[in-house]
Structure formats: structure tokens, C-alpha cells
């Protein structure tokens, strides 16, 4: 007689390890961003204190002191202002890239893509020097639209990635289709084939604006001026302030505002992200 097969109790075994590993990586995720905000309305003596106090009272001088003294709401502002149009323009330029890369065959097309492709790999900290050097001399060292070009070509390689394999699953049949009737190639790209790849533009652009918007390194190099800094200049700012004058509950603040913004984001898009990814993956 066969022995009976003990697969269904292993999966079981697995399936609670695997939600296991889950709730831990929530809990290490959650747990910090919550302790973040409450810390804000905490004063310096609760917040070295037990850390797992509740605020002793709602203050909420220290967003005003951080909104204020350390002009949170400009930086927030300009970031707003450079992630807007970076985005906007990565994901025109990827997106029309990606297509063509994708969708044609002509001579160098694989060498453009795989040049692209090469770019995830490359450390933005190894050209930032060459960088420097190179927006200074075409006169756009210290503004905003210098940023916002390096920001497009920085964020241009993971959105050429991510959208050619996207575009390679759209049946051809469709673009055929609008050739015979008399459709351009312009008018068959942006009427057809981007609300087809909706899912995908849509994920791949929340990513953009996420890994934009905590960009600190690239602004840090190619903006100088305070009146001009984003908000990760601006954290970074009030942090040292609160070191020397003990304001630590207006950089809780400030850590605060900088999370909210991007946590409502991906709340609101959650379920396009998902069925974004989901799709490329089914497809």
C-alpha cells in the first residue's frame, strides 16, 4: 500500500513561514514611520525617554517651528516643481524610447537598448564630478531645469527597462490594424498604444516620482543656493540645526511632512502599481 504524499502539510508549513516573514517586514516598516510621527508632537525629554510613550499632549508648534524657521514649505514647494516636470518629461521621452525600441528593428537598435539597460548598473555617485562639470559649462548649474534634465536622464534606463518588455506584449495585430487605416506612426503611439500600456505607464510613473522625490544626492551636488533646495536638502538642513539647538520634535516634524506626500501617493495608486506589475508579469 503507497504511503500517503505529505506535500499539502509542507505547503501549509511554508505558507505560514512565508505570511510570518510578512507581518515581520510590515512590522520593521510600520512600526519606524508611526514612532516618526508621533515623535513630532513630542518634546525633547518624551522623545529620549520611553520610546514607546504616547505624546503627553497634541503639539503642534513644532510643524509651525518646522514649516516656519525652516521654510519646509518652500523646499516642499520646489520639489513639487522639479518632480512634476522630471516626471513628466521621463516618462514622454522613456515611454516613446521604449516604444520604438521595442516595437522596431533597425540597425543599432539592440545596442541602444542594452546601452540603456547598462545604466541601472552604473552608480550615479561615479559621474558625479563629470556631472558637475558638464551642467555647469552649458550654463544650468544651480537651477531647477538642470536638475530636472538630470533627474530625466537618471530616471530614463529603469523606465526604458520596464516599459520596452511592456510594449512587447501588446499584440501587433492592433497597431497593423491602425496602419491600414491610415493611422501615423505618432497617432498610433499616443491614441493606441499608450491607454493600452496604462497599467505600466502608471506604475512605472509612481516609481519615478517616489525615487525622485527622496533624491538628495543629485541636488545636493547641483544646487547650492538655499532658496532653491528641495526637500531632502532642506531635512537634511533642519537635522544639523536640531543637533545644535536640540529642536528635535520640529525634525520629526519635517520627516513627517517629507513621508506624508508619498505615503498618500501610494495609498491612492496602490491597486495601479499592483495590476501594473501584475500585468507585465502575466503577459
Not at 512590522?27 to 513630532?40: H, R, V
Not at 522630471?86 to 528593428?105: E, I, K, P
Not at 548598473?121 to 551642467?135: D, E, G, I
Not at 493606441?192 to 500600456?197: L, S
Request: charge should be positive; aromatic fraction near 14%; charged fraction near 10%.
Amino acid at each position: 500500500m503507497a504511503k500517503p504524499r505529505l506535500e499539502k502539510p509542507r505547503l501549509s508549513v511554508l505558507s505560514g513561514l512565508s505570511h510570518v516573514a510578512l507581518l515581520v517586514w510590515a512590522l520593521l516598516i510600520i512600526l519606524p514611520l508611526l514612532w516618526t510621527f508621533l515623535a513630532s508632537f513630542k518634546n525633547n525629554t518624551e522623545i529620549f525617554g520611553d520610546a514607546l510613550q504616547l505624546p503627553g499632549a497634541l503639539r503642534l508648534d513644532s510643524w509651525g517651528r518646522a514649516w516656519d524657521k525652516a521654510h519646509i514649505g518652500r523646499y516642499m514647494l520646489n520639489t513639487v516643481v522639479v518632480v512634476f516636470f522630471s516626471t513628466a518629461g521621463t516618462m514622454l521621452f522613456g515611454s516613446m524610447a521604449a516604444y520604438v525600441l521595442a516595437r522596431y528593428r533597425f540597425f543599432g537598435s539592440r545596442v541602444i537598448y542594452y546601452y540603456f539597460v547598462a545604466g541601472l548598473a552604473f552608480p550615479v555617485f561615479l559621474a558625479l564630478t563629470p556631472l558637475f562639470f558638464v551642467v555647469k559649462q552649458v550654463g544650468l548649474l544651480n537651477t531647477h531645469v538642470g536638475l530636472v534634465l538630470v533627474y530625466i536622464a537618471y530616471s530614463m534606463p529603469f523606465t526604458v527597462f520596464f516599459l520596452a518588455a511592456f510594449f512587447r506584449t501588446l499584440p501587433e495585430t492592433v497597431a497593423e490594424a491602425a496602419k491600414i487605416d491610415g493611422a501615423s506612426h505618432t497617432r498610433t503611439f499616443f491614441q493606441i498604444m499608450v491607454p493600452m500600456a496604462k497599467p505600466g505607464l502608471i506604475s512605472i510613473t509612481i516609481f519615478n516620482v517616489l525615487g525622485q522625490w527622496n533624491q538628495y544626492l543629485l541636488p545636493l551636488v547641483l544646487l547650492s543656493s538655499e532658496d532653491k533646495w528641495v526637500i531632502t536638502q532642506g531635512v537634511a538642513s533642519i537635522s544639523t540645526i536640531a543637533g545644535y539647538e536640540a529642536d528635535w520634535p520640529a525634525l520629526f516634524a519635517a520627516l513627517s511632512m517629507t513621508i506624508l506626500p508619498v505615503l498618500v501617493v501610494y495609498i491612492i495608486f496602490q491597486r495601479q502599481i499592483q495590476s501594473g506589475l501584475g500585468a507585465g508579469a502575466l503577459k
